[in-house]
């Protein structure tokens, strides 16, 4: 399986970013897609997820701001990120888990700077 992330990119505080990822390669039905995040000199934290079947789960700083959602028939995960803070800075990494194990995308490079 592989990854493909896009849509990083520098925004001012407040303003909006929309990440996509498309997984291609043998991709099981049943799966879950998520973002994970990375700053500098941080762990990598999950950022949101959502199931196959469409249950989300968010990391508390990002509820209410981020909208995580999928289109299955393209193995394409999205992250629609509005009111962004500079503390959002950080390499965002989509990731896929199966039966089978878990995968990642590269990252992409989320700036929040005026």
């Known amino acids: 399986v592989q990854l493909q992330a896009s849509g990083g990119g520098l925004v001012q505080p407040g303003g909006s970013l929309r990440l996509s990822c498309t997984a291609s390669?043998?991709?099981?039905?049943?799966?879950?897609m998520g973002w994970y995040r990375q700053a500098p000199g941080k762990q990598r934290e999950l950022v949101a997820h959502i199931t196959s079947g469409g249950w989300t789960n968010y990391e508390e700083s990002v509820k209410g701001r981020f909208t995580i959602s999928r289109d299955s028939a393209k193995n394409t995960v999205y992250l629609q990120m509005n009111s962004l803070k500079p503390e959002d800075t950080a390499v965002y990494y989509c990731?896929?888990?199966?039966?089978?194990?878990?995968?990642w995308g590269q990252g992409t490079l989320v700036t929040v700077s005026s």
């Open positions: 990731n896929m888990a199966n039966s089978r194990g878990a995968y």
């Open positions: 390669g043998s991709i099981l039905s049943t799966n879950v």
